[in-house]
């Protein structure tokens, strides 16, 4: 291998010692599929495009994360095989979209672009129930759709399919491999994006490896971290965070049936994937290239963050993680580029941004614009929001956020410390605090919301509940308020506006769009009762969807309203444009800022408190130069004068940009 480092490392020989790599994985094929290359030989001219333009990066890259292992070389020729392989497997209609996403690689920052996500038995029942629901998705105009994990799985609990026991089978429940490859196509048909997870931190302890593993199969427990006593992982542990404290202290179980203990970071059944064994990166990417190839557009990256680990440290966002997303990343682009990435790390908002370029994660849930969004609520106060967005909103070019209120998890405090500090913020408190509101413990909180996680050692605690039970609706539905009910649909509300508007791709947890409640139903469940994040994971409901129709109903109201910002966002391509310029609008109370591209510029003013707002009309000569201001929902010119704000009120104003 010391050879062959040298030779790559000498660009005289560089050329030749790639070639040697490549046809050593092609003589690796069977004769079928090298057939296969010779009798296609248009196309492969393009695939050995990418593989020159790719495979340099992506060797370099192995071999900084394996340099020092002695299977590394073996393993890259295992690896390039399966990449081909896939390539070769790879239907001819996806090989068109490859090509097509390779000529525009920009294609996902489109303001066309609006996601939803959700369970597919919980909102359809099965995929063919999924299908049916297409006309639904185009009447509120989502063209994203992000189904939660459909695969294989434990029988009970599973945390919510994110313990996969097989990558290549759709949970029979939902339907079939092929049924859900129809599914694909028939997205692509009305042109709605398809998102599923890459859960590639760890897999179900009933995942074939780990039950090899599990009947003491050295080969396959070298994919996992298993110990048969406590000296390693104690001294792991004194450095870990606890993800869920409530299952298990630390991070590892103890496996009766190996008398070993296992590294787990999530539940006892989810088992770490030891990716310091190139073997499991090469059994991952293929498993990775199975999912492209059944027709997906996203993959989301489960919980990235943790896949590294190393003594001594937090075992989170370590610099082989990144590196590892880049292996990942140049595998797709190499074969099947139609693939983009997206980043699920909830972490702090200086690692977030780590996991965000065109080399890593294309996309990336926006952590913080959620947390802060939850956190400009409860204080009616902005500056935190609008210190945070303008210091960090900014992301490379050719990168989006993913923008949300809720999802399936819990909601973190993940804003920055510094950040707060810098406002005389002290973050545990504040945590604190949110805490309480969210869980309407705080006096006046409108907020039905449930802990998670509470760990009492820390102190610390994440928030359950559905948007609108968080946002004041339930509270004030049940207390027959009227007045809390109109201010609870107007925060709902507002805070959509600022997901549509403000650039990347908005995502809805389906079911808040008509204003879900929480369910309780979960505590029924033996399996289910102590993750109170079912909650907010609620089947369809029928009745509710149905009153979007009224427009005296919240659901009616919610619904609408979201329609309708939805319109908005697709008709002005402003909302293209990724940047924003945070504007001071001189109100506590009130977020303000503008986007432009190179015709128009656009002034969004949000007002997070339930009471009338004063905007001095010099916040217009503050958002640009230019003075003629049109407000986009009424149409009327605006005059720089004071503006009067109502409670929870979403402006936006648009001008056309000066033509000096
Ligand atoms: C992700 C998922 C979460 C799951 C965890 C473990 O963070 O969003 O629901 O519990 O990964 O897979
Ligand atoms: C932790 C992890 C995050 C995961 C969540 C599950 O916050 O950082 O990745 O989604 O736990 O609740």
Redesign the pocket.
């Known amino acids: 291998m010391a050879y062959f480092f040298h030779q790559l490392d000498n660009p005289i020989n560089r050329k030749e010692a790639l070639e040697v790599i490549y046809s050593k994985a092609v003589l690796s094929l069977k004769r079928k599929e090298r057939d296969f290359l010779k009798n296609n030989d248009r196309e492969y001219h393009l695939f050995l495009d990418r593989i020159e333009k790719y495979l340099p990066d992506l060797i370099s890259v192995y071999f900084d994360i394996y340099q020092s292992c002695v299977f590394a070389y073996p393993q890259l020729i295992e690896l390039l095989t399966g990449m081909i392989r896939s390539w070769i497997n790879r239907d001819s209609s996806l090989k068109q979209v490859d090509l097509q996403r390779e000529l525009s690689s920009d294609w996902f920052l489109s303001n066309q672009i609006v996601g939803g996500v959700c369970y597919v038995d919980l909102f359809s029942k099965d995929l063919k129930g999924l299908e049916e629901k297409i006309p639904y998705f185009k009447e509120l105009g989502l063209n994203y759709l992000h189904l939660m994990p459909l695969f294989m799985t434990n029988e009970g609990d599973n945390d919510g399919g994110y313990a996969i026991s097989s990558y290549r089978e759709i949970d029979p429940k939902l339907g079939s491999t092929d049924e859900f490859r129809k599914l694909a196509k028939k997205f692509r048909d009305n042109d709605i994006l398809l998102v599923i997870d890459f859960v590639f931190n760890h897999t179900s302890d009933e995942h074939i490896w780990a039950k090899k593993a599990k009947k003491g199969n050295t080969h396959f427990m070298r994919y996992y971290w298993i110990y048969e006593d406590r000296k390693i992982p104690d001294q792991y542990e004194k450095t870990l965070r606890e993800?869920?404290p409530d299952e298990h202290p630390g991070a590892f179980t103890w496996i009766e049936a190996l008398k070993s203990w296992v590294w787990t970071t999530?539940h006892a059944y989810q088992w770490d994937l030891n990716y310091q064994n190139p073997e499991v990166l090469v059994s991952m990417a293929e498993e990775m290239l199975f999912l492209a190839n059944l027709g997906v557009d996203i993959l989301r990256l489960d919980?990235v963050?943790?896949i590294w680990k190393q003594m001594g440290t937090s075992c989170e966002n370590l610099p082989q993680a990144y590196k590892l997303v880049e292996a990942f990343n140049l595998i797709a682009r190499i074969a099947a580029p139609a693939l983009q990435f997206k980043s699920?790390?909830?972490?702090h908002p200086d690692e977030v941004i780590r996991y965000i370029s065109g080399k890593r994660c294309q996309l990336s849930y926006n952590p913080l614009l959620m947390a802060l969004l939850w956190e400009s609520l409860a204080t009616r106060e902005v500056r935190l929001l609008s210190f945070s967005m303008e210091k960090r909103f900014t992301i490379p070019e050719g990168t989006s956020w993913v923008n949300y209120i809720r999802c399936h998890?819990?909601i973190?405090w993940t804003f920055s410390d510094e950040d707060a500090s810098a406002l005389g913020i002290n973050g545990y408190d504040h945590r604190k605090f949110l805490n309480q509101f969210y869980t309407g413990k705080f006096p006046g909180s409108f907020a039905r919301g449930y802990p998670?996680?509470e760990n009492p050692v820390t102190g610390d605690c994440?928030i359950s509940g559905t948007l609108a039970s968080l946002a004041g609706l339930e509270k004030a539905k049940m207390e027959k308020n009227p007045i809390e009910e109109e201010l609870a649909v107007k925060r709902i509300l507002l805070l959509f506006s600022i997901i549509m508007t403000i650039g990347g791709i908005p995502l809805i947890y389906l079911g808040d769009e008509v204003g879900s409640f929480n369910d309780f139903t979960f505590l029924k469940d033996d399996q289910k009762k102590n993750d109170s994040?079912w909650i907010h994971r609620i089947p369809y409901n029928d009745s509710l969807y149905l009153r979007r129709y009224q427009p005296d109903d919240s659901a009616g109201k919610i619904w609408s309203g979201i329609q309708q910002l939805i319109q908005l966002r697709k008709i002005h391509d402003v909302f293209q444009s990724q940047n924003i310029r945070v504007i001071n609008s001189g109100n506590q109370h009130v977020f303000a800022f503008t986007k432009e591209n190179s015709r128009n510029c656009i002034l969004i003013l949000t007002n997070f408190c339930e009471h009338d707002q004063l905007i001095e009309g010099i916040i217009f000569r503050k958002a640009d130069g230019t003075r003629s201001w049109v407000d986009i929902m009424s149409q009327k010119k605006q005059k720089e004068e004071m503006l009067l704000m109502k409670p929870y009120q979403f402006l936006c104003f648009i001008a056309p940009l000066h033509k000096n």
């Open positions: 993800i869920f999530f919980a963050a943790f699920e790390a909830i972490v998890d819990d973190g998670f996680q994440r994040r």
